[in-house]
């Protein structure tokens, strides 16, 4: 069964930087596509970074610049390091995977795989 894992939430300092994590398992993670969505209070969740198995990435407008995606294969986990925070980053973040980077892209509702959500609280 998939699980994914979330890790390094917590409260920063406007400015500030994170680096998140979140740990596969039950999935052959090289082959997979990973992202990372957030959903503030009141708000649908969006897509804030992806990574392909070949590492193609995609930035939501609203991160670039200041969000890097990455992977590491050999430990089944991928990160986000955040930079340059603002109280707008604020939301409860998840982890998600699919074979299919198109589908986390186009047809997010469809993904199957997702993490608990790590809270990530950003003070003015």
């Known amino acids: 069964q998939v699980q994914l894992v979330e890790s390094g939430g917590g409260l920063v300092q406007s400015g500030g930087s994170l680096r998140l994590s979140c740990s596969a398992s039950g999935i052959i993670f090289s082959t997979n596509a990973m992202a990372w969505f957030r959903q503030a209070p009141g708000r649908q969740r969006e897509l804030v970074a992806a990574i392909s198995s070949d590492e193609r990435l995609y930035y939501a407008d609203s991160v670039k610049g200041r969000f890097t995606i990455s992977r590491e294969n050999a430990k089944s986990t991928v990160y986000l390091q955040m930079s340059s925070m603002a109280p707008e980053d604020t939301a409860v973040y998840y982890c998600?995977?699919?074979?299919?980077?198109?589908?986390?892209?186009?047809?997010?509702?469809?993904?199957?795989?997702w993490g608990q959500g790590t809270l990530v609280t950003v003070s003015s």
């Open positions: 998600a995977a699919d074979p299919s980077f198109e589908l986390i892209l186009v047809r997010p509702r469809r993904v199957d795989a």
